[in-house]
């Protein structure tokens, strides 16, 4: 699987059945641009029509989210440190 998907794009057992293959390891916020682990706390409180899946941090990455702050505290000081000044950098405050 090299794409990402909406939670409400598919059934309940085709869901089940990525997650028995592996196919989707981590799920993302579509309007925060956020993605994290399947059992982090955040995530699992979010609208199911936010919620999209992946099958990698590369692919989420690749596709313009970055790591939660919550269950990816690693991933996301490294995100931050990488990405973070730049995004703001580019920010205007009036």
């Not at 981590?26 to 982090?40: F, P, W």
């Not at 970055?66 to 991933?75: F, Q, T, V």
């Amino acid at each position: 699987m090299n794409k990402f998907f909406y939670h409400h794009q598919i059934s309940s057992s085709q869901l089940f059945r990525l997650l028995r293959n592996g196919e989707v390891k981590l799920a993302g916020n579509r309007k925060l641009k956020i993605y994290g682990r399947l059992d982090c706390s955040s995530g699992k409180r979010m609208k199911a029509n936010n919620r999209v899946f992946f099958s990698s941090a590369d692919e989420a990455l690749a596709m313009g989210y970055r790591p939660c702050g919550h269950c990816m505290k690693e991933a996301y000081e490294k995100w931050k440190k990488e990405y973070g000044p730049r995004r703001h950098k580019d920010t205007k405050f009036h």
